[in-house]
């Protein structure tokens, strides 16, 4: 019995040691895998570097995403960042601000007015992981918003205040939309009404009622004239009566001013006391 269990042990010991000595040995396949593998590292390592670097622009902002979710949830840049090409994907998001102009709208106003407005926008992303989270299409989501704000503001006013008030129409509209299009990381800077179109009848009444608007003025004004004229006349005629040297200076100034047109005739009114004072001598 004991001569068996020596036998046997000897046997595993046997069994063990030349296991372990194949176990350090590759083989030919072995080493023809590995100087594969060490060769793919070597050819690969360059590319891969080059894909994994990334540089953004000083206006711009790169938005990582690492297995479908935000990295950080902060952007990288601007400059060099790193990216692993299997299982990140970035989106850039251009940080200057960007205009457009807001087609012209056929716009009903508050006193039943059919006008056609149209605008310019100016904005800029201020938030680019809300830009690209929260919104698909930002700049294009924002020119829309712009249009049917321009209507809902306008519709809100008279002719003549859509005229006279463009300061606080503009502003009334960057208020709203700056308000609305926070949550898409976008900061509304300026909006400005370009130009207000009338129809032609309505630019004609509007220019009658100028025209008679101006005619009434001027004969207000010549009759505040004329009334002003009468009462200097009034007072000269006073002066003249008190004086009857007077009416002679006069009429010889009249004389001296029609001399100086070189008239050929030259009426000269006679004074009728001159008559009666030869008459009586006769």
Known sequence: MTTTIKSVANTSIFSTS????????????????????????????????FMCLKIVNEY???VIFRL??????KPKGPGLFFVLPCTDA???VDLRTVSFDIPPQEILTKDSVTVAVDGVVYFRINCPISSVANVSNAHSS????????????LGTKNLAE?????????LSMQESLDEATDPWGIKVERVEIKDVKLPQQLQRAMAAEAEA????????????????ASRALKEASLVIAESPSA????????????????NSTIVFPLPIDMMQAFMNSK
Do not use: H
């Not at 829309?144 to 809902?152: E, H």
């Not at 608007?213 to 002003?228: F, L, Q, T, V, Y």
């Open 68 to 73: 479908g979710r935000i990295l950080d949830r």
């Open 162 to 170: 859509l005229l006279s008030d463009r300061e606080g129409i503009s």
């Open 18 to 49: 030349s296991t372990d000595k194949n176990s350090g040995r590759l083989g030919c396949f072995g080493w023809l895998l590995v100087l594969v593998s060490l060769l793919f590292i070597i050819v690969t390592f360059p590319l891969s570097i």
């Open 213 to 228: 608007s101006r005619e009434a003025r001027a004969k207000i004004i010549a009759a505040e004239g004329e009334m002003k």
């Open 247 to 262: 009416l002679q200076l006069r009429y010889l100034q009249t004389l001296n001013t029609i001399a100086a047109e070189k």
């Open 142 to 153: 924002t020119r829309l918003l712009a249009q049917t704000t321009l209507r809902n503001v």
């Open 90 to 92: 970035f989106v850039k």
């Open 60 to 62: 711009e902002r790169a």
